[in-house]
């Protein structure tokens, strides 16, 4: 038994496949050539969900990182675990356009630098100038970089806006231990071959028509630094645009100064940098990010948020949205979740 089965996009576009009856949504759409975004397909990063308008469905397995108990109940679904078992509609949160393209690409380039810009962070600069073509990604999206000299792949938003030289930067979070956060501390050296796949993801920022809330935890900076890059060139978007900066301890802020030229490039652009455990002589805003809120202004209107970081700092302001009732927004977000093996 086939099902016929229509996916719908933000920009108003539908387009259809046929599915087996019990087949996963992901492979019959990517069959049909409909390259929705994905990275582990195991149910873990949720890059591949969307919500289901109509029909009927199984899950086999939806992490709790991925989707919320609330998530599930307003239908959505993970399209790498989903299996189809009527006709049926889902809706993704993205422009088609994202889907219709080759999808993402194998890219070698070579290694530039390493720049610590806090105790625990560095940017990694990379030269992909040897590609054929400018690389083409949307400010959000990210790549899997592949960390030489192992067999492990990891994930990182592009840090920087494409640009015709192909030259990228990464904000890399650097653990006391960990398989990229080793090699960045030890092994790298400029001139190294960097090989990566992108773009990937479809955390991306959308036109903007209603006050733009940008919302980092940590190193969840770097998919704003592209942004704002962007936003930087337009220099008036006709919005305030607000940006969080949530960190751990006042040694863990990066890019402060950057975000700081972008106050003299962007129109109405503000920036919040909050520590939750600062020092005795920390002047700034403390706490987590959401006390920060002004729950006011967030209910009186419309807005766009964007939230990118690690994932109980997305569940804390999801939480917190859901709690204090504020209904009014639409909300995008990218979560960090910890590798494993197969990405
Ligand atoms: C879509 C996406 C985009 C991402 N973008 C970025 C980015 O721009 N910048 C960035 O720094 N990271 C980003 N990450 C996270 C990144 O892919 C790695 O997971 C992270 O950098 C750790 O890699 P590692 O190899 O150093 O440590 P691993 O070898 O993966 O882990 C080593 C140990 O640390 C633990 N661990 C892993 N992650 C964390 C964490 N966040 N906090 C505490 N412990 C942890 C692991 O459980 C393990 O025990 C992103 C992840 C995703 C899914
Ligand atoms: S690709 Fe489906 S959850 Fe990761």
């Known amino acids: 038994m086939t099902h016929k089965v229509a996916f719908s996009f933000a920009d108003g576009k539908t387009l259809f496949c046929s599915v087996q009856d019990n087949e996963i949504l992901l492979d019959a759409a990517l069959r049909s050539g409909i390259k929705i975004p994905l990275d582990c397909r195991e149910g873990v990063c949720a890059t591949c969900q969307g919500r289901c308008e109509s029909g009927q469905y199984t899950q086999d397995y939806v992490d709790e990182e991925a989707l919320s108990l609330a998530d599930l109940a307003q239908g959505k679904v993970l399209s790498c675990q989903t299996r189809v078992q009527s006709n049926a509609t889902f809706y993704f949160d993205f422009d088609s356009t994202l889907c219709s393209a080759e999808g993402p690409r194998r890219v070698q380039s070579l290694i530039t630098g390493v720049e610590l810009v806090s105790e625990t962070t560095a940017v990694l600069h990379v030269d992909a100038g040897q590609h054929p073509q400018q690389l083409d990604y949307l400010p959000g999206q990210y790549a899997r970089l592949h960390v030489p000299g192992t067999d492990e792949w ?184 910890e590798s494993n093996s197969s990405r």
């Open 154 to 337: 990891r994930s990182y938003s592009f840090a920087s806006r494409p640009s015709p030289d192909n030259k990228l930067q990464f904000l890399v979070r650097l653990l006391p231990q960990g398989v990229m956060s080793d090699f960045m501390r030890d092994r790298c050296r400029p001139g190294q071959v960097l090989e990566f796949e992108a773009p990937l993801g479809s955390f991306y920022l959308r036109q903007i028509n209603r006050p733009l809330y940008l919302v980092a935890g940590g190193t969840g900076l770097s998919a704003f630094l592209g942004m704002l890059d962007e936003l930087a060139i337009r220099g008036n978007c006709g919005q305030p645009v607000t940006l969080f900066y949530g960190v751990t301890q006042e040694a863990d802020l990066c890019e402060v100064e950057r975000l700081q030229r972008y106050r003299e490039q962007i129109t109405d652009f503000d920036v919040q940098l909050v520590v939750s455990r600062p020092s005795a002589t920390w002047s700034g805003k403390r706490g987590w990010i959401p006390e920060h809120f002004d729950r006011d202004v967030l209910s009186a209107g419309a807005f766009d948020m964007y939230v990118c970081g690690p994932p109980p700092m997305v569940e804390a302001i999801k939480g917190w949205l859901s709690e204090e009732n504020v209904q009014g927004g639409n909300l995008y977000y990218e979560k960090f979740v």
